[in-house]
């Protein structure tokens, strides 16, 4: 069951990568930097973004469930108060599969005013996967070839807007009170980061969170100003800045494509401590890394 759990899922995380790594220039950038050193690239995480509604229901679990069909279990929970989320992080059935990293807001706590520029949006939501299918999901080793190809089509498309273009007012408006609110309106729930596991580089130019950051800087990235964690912790992160990309949104009548970050390209460093790997995340951490998507 795992083999067939693992495979399954390492085709939708390639699915998700190539279609990230087409808008994400950066993510080329390090695989470049990578391969011409003769390091190995593991995907310690990626994460989304969703919005907890009741009316369509919506939230961690919309995006988690088919995960946890395939074996992911819940390993962490994080609340941001300040900023109205809440996450949880998934451990995966495999060690060689990555992380999930799932964060939503909490639309109730927000003002009326960015309440009804959400709902205005979510409430012609696409309808999600099935009962059947997520049960299809847990039975990936019995369910046929043909079958199995149709639910990864029918899952790699869940990842993107699934509700129609907003409006371009709403999005600015929203982005007043939050931007992580303006950019999950915009952008729904395509992927919003993947992250290199420094530890796996297995190459000494690359081998730590500093170097690896100095080593992009040199290849034109630019960086976030710093590195999350202090040396020798347990955690520490850094990303490049995130990509700016056309966006559909609505103008009058018309949908038109305006300007709007989207995605960066995340680093971890988890060092061995006393033979082992913290596998968790650190709040005050993803406090700072949420604010990499923040318009200039």
């Known amino acids: 069951m795992i083999i067939a759990q693992t495979a399954f899922l390492e085709r939708l995380f390639d699915w998700l990568w190539d279609e990230y790594r087409e808008r994400v220039a950066y993510a080329q950038t390090y695989e470049n930097l990578l391969s011409s050193r003769g390091g190995n690239f593991r995907n310690d995480h990626l994460a989304f973004r969703t919005f907890a509604t009741q009316s369509p229901w919506s939230g961690i679990a919309a995006i988690s469930r088919p995960f946890e069909a395939l074996g992911y279990r819940a390993a962490g929970t994080y609340d ?17 599969l990555p992380k999930i990293f799932i964060s939503e807001l909490r639309v109730w ?26 049960a299809d999901l847990e039975d990936i080793a019995r369910v046929g070839a043909g079958r199995r190809e149709k639910l990864l089509r029918r899952w790699a498309v ?3 807007r699934r509700w129609p273009a907003p409006k371009a007012a709403d999005a600015v ?16 729930h395509t992927v919003n980061h993947f992250t290199a ?41 850094s990303s490049t800045l995130a990509v700016v990309i056309p966006v559909d949104m609505r103008v009058g009548s018309r949908v038109v494509k305006k300007p709007w970050t989207y995605a960066y390209f995340e680093i971890a460093e988890r060092p061995l401590i006393d033979g082992r790997r913290f ?6 951490q993803a406090t700072n890394l949420f604010e990499m998507t923040r318009r200039a």
Do not use: C, Y
Not at 279 to 284: A, D, K, Q, S, T
């Open 80 to 96: 941001f108060p300040d900023k109205h989320l809440t996450s949880i992080h998934f451990a995966p059935p495999s060690d060689n």
């Open 109 to 134: 706590e927000l003002s009326p005013k960015a309440r009804k520029a959400i709902m205005g949006s979510v409430a012609k939501t696409a309808p999600g996967l099935t009962d059947v299918e997520l």
């Open 158 to 160: 869940q990842f993107a």
């Open 173 to 188: 408006a929203l982005e007043r009170e939050s931007q992580f609110g303006a950019w999950t309106l915009l952008h729904g």
């Open 197 to 237: 596991a420094v530890h796996a580089h297995a190459v000494d130019e690359l081998d730590d969170i500093d170097k690896t950051v100095a080593a992009l800087k040199a290849s034109g990235v630019p960086m976030k100003p710093e590195i999350e964690g202090e040396p020798g912790s347990r955690l520490r992160q």
């Open 279 to 284: 596998e968790g995340f650190l709040g005050g």
